[in-house]
């Protein structure tokens, strides 16, 4: 059995809803309770970073409102007991842990601790309803081959006063993005039995059909079902496995791919709508709405951090 909670001494700690714009207020921790702690926060890119410590305490982390989201928490210092959903689990130095912005969360912390969090937009990440269920209902690890990567990766942020000019940031967030992606779908288990090479060679075609397809706005799981002889059950079934679902994959590679193109030199004079329909959106207004959704930011904004000069180490 686990060693004994601390005292009723309760921390409420929540990164709050989404900012519609960079602009936004940087204030994302409120201070622990009684003065026992201190937090430290910024944002990162379409990230929000946050560190608490303190003496022993239960720390409790509210749901909090706005888009949907997953907060992913990296154990530094100190062991907790985590209890979520009505399971507990021992939560050690260097364990990582993934949850729900809309689920409640406490910590009972046993030692002087230290705790990273980082907030991430849902539909920044290519994954399917299953696929973050299980992700969020995990107990505490760092196992594998993503979440040291990852757990490492965060407590360098954190640790980090800025990671350098904003279209860095935004970059390092893309790959924090597609590490906590690749946590899922490893969290996701081995192929079904019988699945083999085929299976995974299938979907290597799959994807690459739709990638060579992005700028067509007739492009649906139907069309890429078709184009490959397969059900369109058998088509979702695929991707579902892989941590996706067709929709949202094509989705996340246009906006991806847009993105890029859209941080490229040189291309300032390409309009908005001009790369939105390159890629297949229906409209500029459409894009717009889903690259601020994905990425926190508009398609201008994201455009102007990456190409203009970066304002660090001026006066």
Not at 265 to 283: C, I, N
Request: proline content about 8%; hydrophobic content about 40%.
């Amino acid at each position: 059995m686990g060693p004994t909670p601390p005292p009723a001494t309760t921390t409420d700690a929540h990164l709050p809803a989404s900012a519609p714009d960079a602009a936004r207020a940087e204030v994302l921790l409120p201070a622990p309770a009684l003065g026992a702690g201190r937090t430290d926060t910024r944002r990162l890119g379409f990230l929000q970073v946050g560190t608490v410590s303190g003496p022993p305490q239960s720390l409790r982390l509210a749901p909090a409102g706005g888009a949907p989201h997953l907060v992913v928490g990296v154990h530094a210092r100190g062991r907790a007991r985590l209890v979520r959903h009505g399971t507990d689990g021992l939560c050690r130095p260097g364990d990582l842990f993934v949850r729900d912005g809309s689920d409640p969360l406490v910590l009972h912390e046993t030692e002087d601790f230290e705790l990273h969090l980082v907030r991430i937009p849902l539909r920044a990440l290519p994954l399917t309803e299953s696929q973050v269920h299980g992700l969020t209902r995990r107990r505490p690890h760092a196992g594998g081959a993503v979440a040291p990567l990852l757990a490492r990766l965060l407590r360098t942020l954190a640790g980090t006063a800025t990671a350098g000019s904003a279209r860095t940031e935004l970059h390092v967030a893309g790959n924090v993005a597609e590490l906590v992606a690749a946590l899922a779908v490893e969290d996701a288990g081995p192929e079904p039995p019988g699945s083999g090479q085929d299976r995974v060679a299938l979907v290597r075609r799959l994807r690459a059909h739709i990638d060579e397809n992005l700028w067509d706005r007739g492009l649906s799981p139907a069309v890429v079902a078709a184009a490959h002889h397969v059900s369109i059950r058998y088509l979702h079934k695929l991707f579902s496995g892989h941590g996706s679902t067709v929709g949202r994959w094509i989705q996340h590679r246009r906006l991806e791919e847009a993105r890029r193109e859209l941080a490229r030199p040189g291309r300032s004079a390409t309009s908005v709508s001009a790369v939105a329909a390159r890629w297949g959106f229906s409209g500029a207004a459409h894009f717009s709405r889903s690259f601020r959704l994905a990425y926190g930011m508009s398609p201008t904004d994201w455009r102007e951090a990456r190409t203009a000069p970066s304002r660090h180490g001026t006066g």
